[in-house]
Structures are given as C-alpha cells and as structure tokens.
Nanobody, 136 residues
Framework: QVQLVESGGGSVQPGGSLRLSCVAS??????????IGWFRQAPGKEREVVSC????????EYVESVKGRFTISRDNAKNTVWLQMNKLNTDDTAVYYC???????????????????????????WGQGTQVTVSP
C-alpha cells in the first residue's frame, strides 16, 4: 500500500521543540519528481504551506513565520522527511501534513499571486496528518 505517514506531533509549551517525521511506504522517495512539502491547518483556517524541500534536498524554502525556527530535511535512503520545529509558539498549533508535490520547491509555493500558491500546486500523495498543540 502506497502511503505517507506522519508522526512526532504532540503537546508542548511555548518555546518547546518537536520533530515531525514523514515516512513513505510502498514506494521510494528517491525520485527526481518527489519534492516534499509540510503543510498545516489550524481550526477555521485554510491549509498553508510551512516548508518544502526539493527532490535531492538541495533546496529548501520556508514560510516567513517559521524562518529561523523550523528546519526541513530528508534522507531518501531512509524514505523519510523531517521537520524540526524549535521555539514553538501558540500560532504553530495545527494539524501538520506532509505531501509529495511535483511542482518544484520554490517561492511560488508561498505566493498569494493569482495562479500561485497552495491551491495550484501539483500534488501526489498526502499523509493523514499529525496534531501539534502549543499551549502554556
């Protein structure tokens, strides 16, 4: 069965850290087409892209609100992508998803210009999500 499985979510206090994992099973992530994105969706809000990493891991991008706090990485030999999240704050509370995206990892993922951004990416598989809750 082809799937992506996220794990590592949980409840932490502001300032804490979590490391999310996204593991592929039933197929290999080692493909020139498989850029990976981490997305999140908070209650009542639209899904937003948090970070992306290119197929080879050579390029990474982040939404402005997490720059300097989150780090995305991947190991294709382990079929795994990680999102290290430090200095978490309450605004980071959301369900976090990973997805395979054929669109190249670049600034267009984060743009709100017409024809760009999350609604216009070329998606493949999605994971089921993992809950991250940051509260005092």
């Amino acid at each position: 069965q082809v799937q992506l499985v996220e794990s590592g979510g949980g409840s932490v206090q502001p300032g804490g850290s979590l490391r999310l994992s996204c593991v592929a099973s039933g197929f290999t992530l080692d493909s020139d087409s498989y850029n990976i994105g981490w997305f999140r969706q908070a209650p009542g809000k639209e899904r937003e892209v948090v970070s992306c990493i290119s197929a080879t891991g050579g390029r990474t991008e982040y939404v402005e609100s997490v720059k300097g706090r989150f780090t995305i990485s991947r190991d294709n030999a382990k079929n795994t992508v990680w999102l290290q999240m430090n200095k978490l704050n309450t605004d980071d509370t959301a369900v976090y998803y990973c997805a395979i995206v054929f669109s190249s990892c670049d600034y267009t993922w984060f743009s709100t210009d017409q024809g760009m951004g999350v609604p216009h990416l070329d998606y493949d598989h999605w994971g089921q999500g993992t809950q991250v809750t940051v509260s005092p």
